[in-house]
């Protein structure tokens, strides 16, 4: 184009955007962009298969939620995006049963591999007893301390 696009403002008078930079949550916006993303994943692959893979855990006797995993399958892939127990609930084996109930559900839904990060002070080792193995590290905060990118064969 040959115009200089280094600053905001040139980009959002050429093309009538405004651009925001938020640190508080836009549900409607989130999963516009999240479907929008799917769409063009669904065209580009022939394949619509992006789907929610929650395994919640509530207490049986006040149905308070006690802690869980929040992940997705797409594409083959079961993407774990969050995952905590209260540490009264870990060291009990119910960490592991909720990693393979999502491990379960992903296959049946043809996924054939699981990738999560962690980070060091978190659970890599826990994940490294259910299977998982590391392929990749980025430093993060505290200092010495890093994100640890994490993957497992579901055969």
């Not at 980009?11 to 916006?29: M, N, S, W, Y």
């Not at 394949?47 to 083959?76: K, M, N, P, Y």
């Not at 998982?132 to 890093?146: D, K, Q, S, T, W």
């Amino acid at each position: 184009m040959g115009r200089d696009l280094e600053s905001a403002d040139s980009i959002e008078k050429l093309f009538g955007l405004d651009l925001k930079v938020q640190d508080t949550p836009d549900a409607r916006a989130r999963t516009q962009i999240s479907d929008d993303l799917d769409r063009f994943n669904d065209e580009f692959t022939g394949v619509s298969d992006a789907r929610a893979l929650d395994v919640l855990v509530t207490d049986a006797g006040t149905f308070e939620l006690q802690g869980g995993l929040i992940g997705r399958t797409s594409l083959g892939v079961l993407f774990v995006n969050l995952f905590f127990l209260p540490a009264a609930l870990r060291g009990k084996g119910i960490g592991g049963k909720i990693l393979r109930l999502a491990e379960e559900e992903a296959r049946r839904r043809g996924c054939w591999q699981s990738v999560l990060f962690t980070i060091t002070f978190q659970a890599p080792d826990f994940y490294k007893r259910h299977g998982y193995r590391e392929f990749g590290r980025v430093g993060c905060n505290p200092l010495g301390h890093a994100r640890v990118f994490m993957v497992k064969a579901l055969d």
